[in-house]
């Protein structure tokens, strides 16, 4: 199977809910969603998709949104892709952020539970580290639950590091956050990280295409 990343649509909003609602307590209104992926200014929202058949080297109308990881992906996975995008790629997981000032803050991301452990939550995470490259972020931050440790290796390993608590965050049941944030993004180390990461990441998802 071949998984790919494309920007998060209006008609994908239902499928996005319903990784939401497997995942996730509290959902966001259509309408928060409706809201986040018009306001290109300052958020970037992504699904994961599934297909049976190669995905398309180009995303009209958003392509050029797509000058970072995915066209690498495109590249690296499906050098001779030029196909028509496949009737059939169902959501399997999506994610976003935003932008404040110079940091991104990711709000989002969470895979269908029967898909889990295939590589998609890290490539959403390393899309959503593109898109904040492509936002002009210096650093990302995130808050996780304190009991989430799936979450927080997956974080973990693209370089966000503890750094603080917020307490009775979560509404539901109150439970702390444990806030994290990568080291600035643009250094070197991090750039390097980031590109071996991608290495395997692209390797594991050709392996499994
Ligand atoms: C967190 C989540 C997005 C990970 O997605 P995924 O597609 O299953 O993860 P991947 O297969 O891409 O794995 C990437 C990394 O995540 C971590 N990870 C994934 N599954 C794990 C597991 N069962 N146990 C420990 N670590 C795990 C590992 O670091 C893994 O890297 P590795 O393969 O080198 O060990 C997914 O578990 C999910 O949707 N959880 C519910 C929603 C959620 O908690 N979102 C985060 C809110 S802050």
Redesign the pocket.
């Known amino acids: 199977m071949y998984y790919f990343v494309e920007p998060m649509a209006e008609d994908d909003i239902p499928h996005v809910q319903a990784?939401e609602s497997e995942?996730?307590s509290t959902p966001w209104s259509a309408n928060t969603y409706r809201r986040e992926i018009r306001n290109t200014q300052s958020c970037r929202y992504s699904v994961a998709r599934v297909s049976a058949a190669p995905p398309p080297a180009r995303l009209a109308p958003h392509g050029a949104r797509w000058a970072g990881l995915f066209s690498q992906l495109v590249g690296v996975i499906f050098p001779q892709t030029e196909v028509a995008l496949p009737s059939e790629t169902p959501v399997v997981?999506y994610?976003g952020l935003w932008l404040t000032v110079d940091e991104a803050h990711?709000t989002?991301?969470?895979?269908?539970?029967r898909?889990?452990?295939?590589?998609?939550?890290?490539?959403?995470?390393s899309t959503l580290v593109d898109h904040a490259y492509e936002l002009g972020a210096l650093q990302i931050t995130?808050?996780?639950?304190v009991s989430?440790?799936?979450?927080q290796?997956?974080?973990?390993?693209y370089g966000f590091q503890p750094a603080g608590t917020r307490k009775r965050y979560y509404t539901d049941n109150g439970e702390d956050a444990l806030i994290m944030w990568t080291d600035p993004i643009n250094a070197p180390e991090y750039k390097t990280r980031l590109a071996e990461l991608r290495r395997?990441?692209f390797a594991?998802l050709r392996q499994q295409a």
């Open positions: 990784i995942s996730f997981g994610g990711i989002a991301i969470a895979v269908d539970p898909q889990r452990g295939k590589g998609i939550g890290e490539l959403l995470l995130l808050e996780v639950r989430n440790l799936v979450a290796r997956l974080y973990v390993k395997h990441l594991r």
